[in-house]
């Protein structure tokens, strides 16, 4: 099992940015991809960007050009850089781990655009 703990969260204007953290430990050979999603109020948890073990990545289509998803592999870590933030980002922010078939979540952390 893959435990992940995401930090970086907090209150930015419109415009700033931050730089999340997750760090994953526990079982986490063979992890074939690991990624962030979001949830703001009201809302489906959507898709945000992802990294696979061989550094390929993808983004949703509005976050692109502005955030920057990236890994560590000696400290089990992913970041996400987010730029040029937006009211609309604000959401609660989820590590997600991808090992075959099985899904690892984190518990969130907020972050909040003030315009």
């Known amino acids: 099992q893959v435990q992940l703990v995401e930090s970086g969260g907090g209150l930015v204007q419109a415009g700033g940015s931050l730089r999340l953290s997750c760090s994953a430990s526990g079982s986490i050979f063979s992890i074939n991809a690991m990624g962030w999603y979001r949830q703001a109020p009201g809302k489906q948890r959507e898709f945000v960007a992802f990294?696979?073990?061989?550094?390929?990545?993808n983004y949703a289509d509005s976050v692109k050009g502005r955030f920057t998803i990236s890994r560590d592999n000696a400290k089990n870590t992913v970041y996400l850089q987010m730029n040029s933030l937006k009211p609309e980002d604000t959401a609660v922010y989820y590590c997600?781990?991808?090992?075959?078939?099985?899904?690892?979540w984190g518990r969130g952390t907020q972050v909040t655009v003030s315009s």
């Open positions: 990294i696979t073990s061989g550094d390929s990545t």
């Open positions: 997600n781990a991808k090992k075959g078939l099985l899904n690892s």
